[in-house]
């Protein structure tokens, strides 16, 4: 299986575990919880983009949902350190 066809994959499966996430909401969710899984989803989306435009969408996506949840979870440490909840 090529690279490509991985990501493909991934993607799918990323797409079928999102949607099925969402399906629930996020009432169960801790914040952490919440802002990971949004962080995610706006990086995947983002990356994706930016990933069409470059060459691979697949590729763009990958990264930007890493990011994104990576990004989710500085959020979250930042508003505990601040109180806000």
């Known amino acids: 299986m090529t690279m490509e066809g991985m990501m493909r994959r991934y993607l799918k499966i ?3 575990l999102l949607t099925v996430s969402m399906m629930y909401g996020c ?3 801790s914040y952490t919880e919440q802002r990971m899984l949004s ?3 706006i ?3 983002g990356g994706a983009a ?3 435009a470059t060459g691979s969408a697949a590729t763009g996506a990958a990264i930007g949902g890493a990011a994104g949840v ?3 979870v ?3 440490q930042y508003e505990k350190s601040q109180g806000r909840y």
């Open 70 to 72: 990576v990004g989710g």
């Open 50 to 52: 930016i990933g069409a």
């Open 43 to 45: 990086g995947a989306a």
């Open 14 to 16: 990323l797409a079928i």
């Open 27 to 29: 009432a169960g969710m």
């Open 39 to 41: 962080g995610g989803a």
């Open 74 to 76: 500085i959020v979250d």
